[in-house]
């Protein structure tokens, strides 16, 4: 058995985390910020109205600034597929690589193309056509994030392939099921709408700033009209798109739900922890300790939200790694869980066939070959628990995927209150006289990025062990390279990201302290 | 065809030309380009497959027998 230094593993998944966290800055205000840049542009289109041109046009260059220093940091995390994570990024083939290769093709080039008209098409291309350049943009931005998010929900829940033992890869078996994934639709939505609420977020702290300062009132007022009512609609239906996003996970992956309610005995009317503290005694999920030191819950909800039924079982870590309880499969079938080591001993199992399968065509022997592939292909569901040494590896961070969670949902709720709030005075026109409000909104853009950083921890943090849920853990998918080199880049990566965000808010500062071009 | 071409050359000459928040904008992002593509990818993100095996059936033997010896229970 080959050894693998742990640091490496750990390394690897900081250097990877780094990366998507920074990349994550940006790319939900591009997605928000485009479209409600989009909108007020609208307005100026169908009123005529020069004052909504010029809100329209100091918002697009802040937009510019984001996109530009944004631009191309989600290549790094190309690069350490290729060099941290070789193979997984071969084992994946062409299943991550097709929606990465249309991104690229098509989404990205729809956004370069119209980015310029948008830049520079003022008085050079028609109204119409400018507007059409604008909304084309956002739409080629949010359509590059299908294609990406798709990629990652097939991680999440890996459908529509099949396992070629000869080539080590998995094939698409249906293009359809892999883009269509009941996972990849309610991610995408998910991650879309609540963008809008980062988007709205910036919109309104930069807003309370000028009212503050009592400057470009005008702008300011229309801007928080646009950005309250996008920020309240991004909000409801990223709640909406949550919950399916809960009941998502709670079919396919519900070691993470149980992770994100600290979930460890499972029960029938399970209830939805609303506030709740972990039990910081508690080391590991078997060790008879309570879980919490208190909680708050709202009865029944987790039940409901995980299986659309109130009295329904909703299983814990315990009865995860035991195994056991009532359950459906994938197919619809009832039947019962499967314990975390019958689990490990189906995929060494499949493990074990890979190997003999392999041994039996080098051997030129083909009727041994395909009883191994039967092998392989009946336990390979369960492929990447061949490579679980213990069982508890398999429960991840549970007070890390909790308290994310759980600071997510308290931020959204919030924001439905905020929105409302914000655009109830702006219509009374007390806004810019209710200081307290104003520096209220000022917290808006940081609590919307801590908001959406906090969905991404969630969603990735709470599966692991697993790099494609249920079929390769992380410690299979890392190359065989040292870690003190992943230790040299990530502190390059952290030098540069840190470098580029400050250069980043340092223009953006200067840009929003100048306010709309012609004014003063 | 060739004015359409030339129209659309001058669309970006001139759209460049005006630019002068974007120049600096340009300069992070070449800057950017540089250190990722010329610096990092060459010097600390080799492709790991692609400068050990020459053959794709290199490559998935070499992935095939990670597989195998990875494994925890033998």
Redesign the interface.
């Known amino acids: ?2 050894t ?1 230094d742990p640091s490496l593993v750990d390394w690897s998944r900081a250097q990877f985390a780094l990366t998507a966290i920074y990349h994550w800055l940006f790319v939900p205000l591009t997605l928000g910020l485009g479209v409600i840049v989009s909108v007020m542009e609208t307005y100026y289109y169908k009123t005529g109205d020069e004052e909504w041109k010029r809100i329209a046009k100091f918002w697009m ?1 802040l937009f ?2 984001n996109f ?2 944004g ?2 940091t989600g ?2 995390l190309e ?2 597929f ?3 994570w ?2 997984y ?3 994946v083939g062409d299943i991550f690589g097709a929606p990465l290769a249309i991104e690229g093709i098509m989404a990205f080039f729809l956004e370069s193309t119209f980015i ?1 008209v948008m ?3 003022w008085n ?1 291309v028609s109204k119409k056509f400018h507007l059409a350049a604008t909304w084309l943009t956002v739409i080629g931005a949010t359509i590059s994030a299908l294609w990406i998010l798709v990629a990652n929900a097939w991680m999440q829940f890996p459908d529509g392939m099949h396992f070629n ?5 998995n094939e698409m078996a249906s293009f359809w099921a892999v883009l269509f994934s009941p996972v990849a639709m309610s991610k995408f939505t998910h991650t879309v709408t609540s963008s809008w609420i980062v988007g709205s977020a910036f919109v309104i702290t930069i807003s309370a700033w000028f009212l503050l300062k009592k400057r470009e009132l005008q702008l300011a007022k229309r801007s928080i009209k646009i950005a309250a009512v996008f920020g309240l609609l991004g909000t409801l239906l990223a709640a909406y798109t949550g919950d399916s996003s809960a009941y998502q996970v709670a079919q396919k992956q519900p070691m993470k739900l149980a992770a994100m309610e600290g979930l460890y005995q499972g029960q029938n009317k399970a209830g939805l922890i609303a506030v709740g503290l972990l039990n910081p005694s508690k080391k590991s999920y078997d060790d008879g300790v309570n879980p919490f030191v208190f909680n708050i819950k709202v009865p029944g909800l987790l039940s409901l939200m995980a299986n659309r039924n109130i009295n329904s079982f909703v299983p814990g870590v315990n009865d995860l790694i035991d195994g056991g309880y009532p359950k459906v499969s994938k197919s619809g079938e009832p039947g019962i869980a499967l314990s975390a080591e019958q689990k ?1 001993e189906k995929g ?1 199992l499949a ?2 066939a ?2 003999d399968y ?1 041994l039996a065509r080098k051997a030129g022997n083909d009727s041994l070959a395909k009883v191994n592939q039967a092998k392989l292909e009946e336990n390979f569901p369960y492929f990447g628990y ?4 213990d069982k508890k590896e398999l429960v991840p961070n549970v007070p890390l995927t909790f308290y994310t969670f759980h600071v997510m949902v308290i931020i959204g709720m919030y924001f439905i209150l905020f929105f409302i709030l914000i655009w109830w005075m702006n219509n009374k026109n007390t806004l810019h006289s209710q200081k307290w409000v104003l520096w209220l909104s000022l917290l808006g853009l940081p609590l919307a990025y801590i908001c959406s950083e906090c969905g991404w921890i969630v969603a990735e943090v709470g599966r692991q062990p697993w790099v494609i849920q249920d079929i390769m853990p992380a ?2 998918a890392v ?3 040292s870690a003190g ?1 992943v230790q ?2 990530f502190i ?1 990566f952290a030098v ?1 990201f840190t470098v ?1 965000l400050i ?1 980043e808010l340092s ?1 953006m500062i200067k ?1 929003i302290r100048k306010g709309p071009e012609g004014l003063n | 065809m060739i004015k359409a071409l030339k129209s659309v050359f001058r669309f970006y000459y001139e759209g460049f030309r005006e630019m002068k928040l974007g120049k600096t904008l340009w300069l992070i992002i070449l800057v950017k380009l540089f250190i990722m593509f010329i610096v990092l990818k060459i010097f600390f993100f080799p492709d790991f497959l692609g400068t050990r095996f020459k053959t794709e059936a290199e490559k998935a033997d070499f992935v095939g027998n990670q597989l195998i010896d990875r494994n925890t229970n033998p």
């Open positions: 058995m080959e693998l260059k510019g600034i530009a220093v631009i191309a290549i790094i690069f350490e290729g060099t941290n070789s193979n990024s071969w084992f310029a830049f520079f098409g050079k033992p000869d080539t080590v890869r490990m060494t493990v074990l890979l190997k392999k061949g490579y679980i040494k410690n299979m190359s065989q390279i080199s040299t880049t390059l540069l580029l250069s223009i840009q």
